[in-house]
C-alpha cells in the first residue's frame, strides 16, 4: 500500500516524443486506470512506473521514495502482462513462487503465501499443473497471483483483460475490481476498452497523444470533458458533435437551429456543441434525421442518421420509436456540452 | 494422411534401407570370419565363427601385424573428444548467444557478424595457422590441443540466438520484475526452455566431434591420444603386408556403436521434451 506519484515525466525514443510531461498522484488504494487509443502512450507510462523503461525526464515517486533509477525489483511492484508470461516450464506453484524465491524467503513462508493467494483466486486445485494446461481466464488467475504473492506496494496491469473473451473479460473485470477492493493495493490499469475503464477505475486518465488530456472521476469525465477528444472517447456510441458560431449570446448551427445556450464568447466565435446520443429526445423544434440504419439493441435502438448539411448524428432512443425515413430531435439545453471549435477545450 | 494401405511405401523403403544397411551388413559379416576368407577375395554373406577372437583382438591389441593402439583406448580418447566438443560448443554457443539477444552493449552486432563469418573458415581451410598457434602455445598432443581448436561454433550460436529471439519479452520483464538477475533468468528460465534444442545439437555435434578425422590425425603423434576413426585408417597398411581385415572390420563396427548409441538414446530424450515442453 503506498501512495504513487508521478512528476512531469517524459519520453523521447530518437527523435518521437511519446510522452509530454505527464503529472500524476495517486492516493493509497486508489485504482487508476488509464485509457488511450493505440500509440497514446499509455504503457509507456506504465512501463516507465515499472522501470521497465527510462523516462527521459521527470521523477516516479512511491510511497515518497524517489525511485526514478532504480531497478524493476527495487520498486517492489507486480505486474500483469498481457500475455501473462507465465514461464511455461514451472507450475503454478512455481510461477507463482519464483518471486518470492528469489527475495530468499523460506520454503513454509512460501507455501502459505501461495496458498494464501490460491484460495482467494481459486486456484488451489491448479498448483501443479503447467500453464498450457489452463484455460486462458485460469492463466489470468494465475498471473494475478504472482502480483499478489508477492504483497507489493503497487499493482500494474497492462491490458490483462483483452486476451480473453467477452464473456470472461467481464466476469474477470468484475473480479480484479473486488480483489483490488480488499487488498486495498494502489494499482494502475491500462487499457483501451472505455467500458473497462470506466467500470474499473476510481479514477481515469484519458491518455491522448502523449499527453494526459483529462484526469478525473468516470461520472466526472462522462458528464464534463475536459475536450472533444475526451468527450469522442469516452461513451459508446459515441458523442454527436456539431458546428456552430456564436449568435448574440447563443449558438447557431450550421442547419439554421439557433440554441439559446450562453458562453462568455464574441459574435462570430467558432465552436462545437456536443450531445450524447442517448441524451437526443424524440420530437420535433430540434433537428430533422435523414435515417440511414437502425441498430436494435432490444430496449432501445440505436439510429445513424443524417443531417441537411451532411453531419452524422446518432441517437440513441426506446426501440419502435422511429416512425420512419426520417426521425426529428431536440437538444435539451442542460446536456449540451460547449467546446472551442479550434482548440477543443470545453468551454 | 494415411491413405489406403499400398505396397509402394514399403518396397521403396525397403530398398532404401538395404542400399544403406548392405555395405555394414557385409562389414559386421566379415569382423566373424578369420583372415584367410577375406584375405581370399571372398564376400561371406554368413557369419563365421570367429567373431569372439576378432573383437577381443581389436579391442586389446589392434591388429597383430602393425602394433597399432587397442581399440578399447582410442574408443575412449574419440568418446571423451567427442563429449567435450559437443559440450564445449554447446556452453559458448549458448553463453554468447545469451549475450547477444538478451543485452544492449557497443559493437553488438559486430560481435554477432563476427561470429557469424567464421562460419566460412572451418578448420580445414585455417589448419596451418590453427597448428602454428597449438604449437606455439605447447597444446600439441595433448586431448586440449585435440578439442580446443575445434570448439567454438558459429552453427550453435546462429541456432540459439534464432531460439532466443522466439523467447517471449515479457518473460524478461517478468523475471526484472520478480528480481532475477542476468544471470538467474539464464539458469531458471532460458536454459530450461533450451533443453530441446541443446538435446538435438548435441547429437549433430557429438557426430561431428567422432568423425573429426585430419585435425587429430595432425595435432596428435602420441598413439595412446590416437582416435578411433584415425587409428582405423593407419591400420589399413599400404605396401606389399596383407591386411588383417578382419580385425579392421571389428575395430570399425566398435566405431559405429558409440554415435549410433548417441543417436538412439537422445533421440528419445528430445522427442519427449518436444512434446512436453510449449511457449
Known amino acids: 500500500m503506498a501512495t504513487l506519484n508521478v512528476a512531469g515525466v517524459t519520453k523521447r525514443f530518437g527523435t518521437t516524443q511519446v510522452l509530454h510531461g505527464i503529472d500524476l498522484d495517486v492516493t493509497d488504494g486508489e485504482m487508476i486506470v488509464i485509457v488511450g487509443a493505440s500509440g497514446c502512450g499509455k504503457s509507456t507510462l506504465l512501463r516507465i512506473v515499472a522501470g521497465l523503461e527510462t523516462a527521459t525526464t521527470g521523477s516516479i515517486r512511491i510511497e515518497e521514495r524517489d525511485v526514478t533509477a532504480l531497478e ?162 469516452i461513451g459508446s456510441p459515441s458523442m454527436n458533435f456539431l458546428p456552430g458560431v456564436m449568435e448574440a449570446g447563443a449558438v447557431r448551427l450550421e442547419t439554421g437551429l439557433l440554441l439559446p445556450v450562453s458562453a462568455p464568447l464574441a459574435d462570430g466565435h467558432k465552436v462545437t456543441l456536443g450531445i450524447r ?43 419502435g420509436s422511429v416512425p420512419g425515413d426520417t426521425l426529428g430531435v431536440i437538444l435539451p439545453l442542460d446536456k449540451l456540452h460547449i467546446f472551442d471549435a479550434e482548440s477543443g477545450l470545453r468551454l | 494422411m494415411l491413405e489406403k494401405r499400398s505396397l509402394w511405401p514399403y518396397l521403396w523403403l525397403g530398398i532404401g534401407v538395404l542400399i544403406f544397411a548392405f555395405p555394414i551388413y557385409i562389414t559386421v559379416i566379415g569382423s566373424t570370419h578369420d583372415i584367410s576368407t ?55 554457443s549458448l553463453t554468447s548467444a545469451y549475450a547477444v539477444v538478451f543485452f544492449r552493449f557497443p559493437f553488438r552486432m559486430l560481435a554477432f557478424w563476427l561470429i557469424f563469418i567464421t562460419l566460412m573458415l572451418p ?23 585435440l578439442v580446443v581448436p575445434l570448439i567454438a561454433s558459429a552453427t550453435a550460436t546462429l541456432l540459439f540466438r534464432q531460439f532466443f529471439l522466439t523467447i517471449p519479452p515479457e518473460y524478461v520483464e517478468a523475471a526484472k520484475i520478480d528480481g532475477a538477475g542476468p544471470m538467474r533468468f539464464f539458469k531458471d528460465v532460458v536454459l530450461p526452455l533450451s533443453v530441446t534444442n541443446i538435446a538435438a545439437l548435441f547429437v549433430i555435434l557429438f557426430i561431428y566431434g567422432w568423425n573429426q578425422y585430419l585435425w587429430p590425425l595432425l595435432i596428435v603423434n602420441d598413439r595412446s591420444l590416437e582416435t578411433i576413426v584415425v587409428g582405423l585408417t593407419k591400420m589399413i597398411g599400404t605396401g606389399d603386408a596383407q591386411n588383417e581385415w578382419n580385425v579392421i572390420m571389428a575395430t570399425a563396427v566398435m566405431a559405429l556403436l558409440p554415435p549410433v548409441a548417441v543417436v538412439v538414446l537422445m533421440q528419445r530424450w528430445f522427442i519427449k521434451g518436444l512434446v512436453e515442453t510449449e511457449k
Open chain 1, 72 to 233: 524493476p525489483a527495487e520498486r517492489d511492484v507486480a505486474m500483469v502482462f498481457q500475455n501473462y508470461a507465465l514461464y511455461p516450464h514451472m507450475t503454478v506453484f512455481q510461477n507463482m513462487a519464483y518471486g518470492l524465491k528469489i527475495r530468499g524467503r523460506s520454503p513454509e513462508d512460501i507455501r502459505r503465501r501461495v496458498a494464501e493467494a490460491a484460495g482467494m483466486l481459486e486456484i488451489q486445485h491448479l498448483l501443479e499443473r503447467r500453464p498450457r494446461q489452463l484455460s486462458g481466464g485460469q492463466r489470468q488467475r494465475v498471473a494475478m497471483g504472482r502480483a499478489i504473492v508477492r504483497d507489493p506496494k503497487l499493482f500494474l496491469f497492462d491490458e490483462p483483460l483483452s486476451n480473453l473473451d467477452a464473456k470472461l473479460r467481464v466476469t474477470m473485470r468484475a473480479e480484479i475490481k473486488r480483489l483490488q477492493r480488499r487488498l486495498g493495493v494502489t494499482s494502475l490499469f491500462v487499457t483501451h476498452d472505455q467500458v473497462e475503464a470506466m467500470t474499473l477505475g476510481d479514477r481515469l486518465v484519458v491518455m491522448h497523444q502523449g499527453r494526459a488530456a483529462q484526469i478525473a472521476t468516470p461520472m466526472e469525465i462522462w458528464s464534463h470533458p475536459a475536450d472533444t477528444y475526451v468527450a469522442g472517447f
Open chain 1, 277 to 319: 446520443p442517448e441524451h437526443l429526445l424524440i420530437g420535433n423544434g430540434g433537428l430533422t434525421l435523414a435515417v440511414e440504419l437502425l441498430e436494435p439493441l432490444g430496449g432501445e435502438t440505436v439510429v445513424h442518421g443524417k443531417l441537411d448539411n451532411g453531419t452524422t448524428v446518432v441517437a440513441k432512443v426506446p426501440t
Open chain 2, 38 to 92: 577375406i584375405g581370399r577375395g571372398d564376400v561371406p554373406l554368413l557369419p563365421g565363427g570367429h567373431g569372439v577372437e576378432n573383437y577381443s583382438a581389436a579391442w586389446a591389441g589392434g591388429a597383430g601385424r602393425f602394433t597399432t593402439t587397442p581399440a578399447a583406448v582410442m574408443l575412449v580418447n574419440s568418446l571423451l573428444m567427442a563429449v567435450l566438443i559437443a559440450a564445449g560448443k554447446i556452453a559458448i
Open chain 2, 123 to 145: 578448420v580445414e581451410v585455417r589448419i596451418i595457422p590453427t597448428f602454428q598457434v597449438m604449437v606455439n602455445l605447447d597444446m600439441t598432443n595433448s586431448m586440449a590441443g
